[in-house]
């Protein structure tokens, strides 16, 4: 079964950071694509950051120079690095994985996390 458990997230002043970690189980990591999404209630689902088996990472442009996503495949764990947070950041983050190497752009990832609220606020 996989399962994957996001942590965090919270309360943070704008111009401030956080740092998401999400910790995957059941699937083999080291092949997975990873992704981090955000979702604001009345809006779409935003993808944010994914990094791919390879490596290769690709960013919203709206998050482009602040975010960074990581992977140690020693811990099985992906992390987005955010940095410069705006209240326009606040949302519900969720991590997702799929045992493909590379996801296609639009393409859905098997697997998703609960996900975890990061608020930017003063």
């Known amino acids: 079964q996989v399962r994957l458990v996001e942590s965090g997230g919270g309360l943070v002043q704008p111009g401030g950071s956080l740092r998401l970690s999400c910790e995957a189980s059941?699937?083999?990591?080291?092949?997975?694509?990873m992704a981090w999404y955000r979702q604001v209630p009345g809006k779409q689902r935003e993808l944010v950051a994914r990094?791919?088996?390879?490596?290769?990472?690709d960013y919203a442009d709206s998050v482009k120079g602040r975010f960074t996503i990581s992977r140690d495949n020693a811990k099985n764990t992906v992390y987005l690095q955010m940095d410069s947070l705006a209240p326009e950041d606040t949302a519900v983050y969720l991590c997702?994985?799929?045992?493909?190497?590379?996801?296609?752009?639009?393409?859905?990832?098997?697997?998703w996390g609960q996900g975890i609220q990061v608020t930017v606020s003063s």
């Open positions: 997702y994985a799929d045992r493909q190497g590379y996801v296609p752009l639009g393409q859905e990832y098997e697997y």
């Open positions: 990094i791919l088996r390879a490596g290769y990472t």
């Open positions: 059941g699937i083999s990591f080291t092949i997975a694509s």
